[in-house]
């Protein structure tokens, strides 16, 4: 069974921090490129970050570069994104998923995780 789980989302004000966490079963896994999507209110899913099987390779959206970092530990199935000096705008529900091409893209993505949300008040 192929499970992907998210948690890390809250309330926070703007210029916080938060770090999602996402940890994924399946020994397949650890030779999927995984990544994190989001959907603000009423809006499509948007690519945010995303990162190749062996880490070598990572993608931001421009409206968060410079500010969150995508990481994995291969060891733990686990896939972090630090998200610093958080605005308003980043206010979504966050999706972890895995696919076999890393990008943002989320049609390339084939495990999803139910979401965590993210409210950044101003």
């Known amino acids: ?5 998210e948690s890390g989302g809250g309330l926070v004000q703007a210029g916080g921090s938060l770090r999602l966490s996402c940890t994924y079963s399946g020994s397949t896994f650890r030779y ?7 959907q ?4 499509e899913r948007e690519g945010v970050s995303s990162i190749s099987w ?3 390779t990572t993608y931001y959206a421009d409206s968060v570069k410079g500010r969150f970092t995508i990481s994995r530990d291969k060891g733990k199935n686990t896939l972090y994104l630090q ?5 308003p705008k980043d206010t979504a529900m966050y999706y972890c998923a895995a696919g076999l091409t ?5 049609r390339e993505y084939k495990y ?3 979401g ?4 950044v008040s101003s």
């Open 1 to 5: 069974q192929v499970q992907v789980v």
């Open 32 to 38: 999927y490129a995984v990544g994190w999507f989001r």
């Open 40 to 43: 603000p209110p009423g809006k």
């Open 54 to 56: 062996g880490g070598a």
């Open 83 to 87: 998200m610093d000096s958080l605005k």
């Open 102 to 106: 890393v990008g943002l893209d989320a």
């Open 112 to 114: 999803w995780g139910q």
């Open 116 to 119: 965590t949300q993210v409210t």
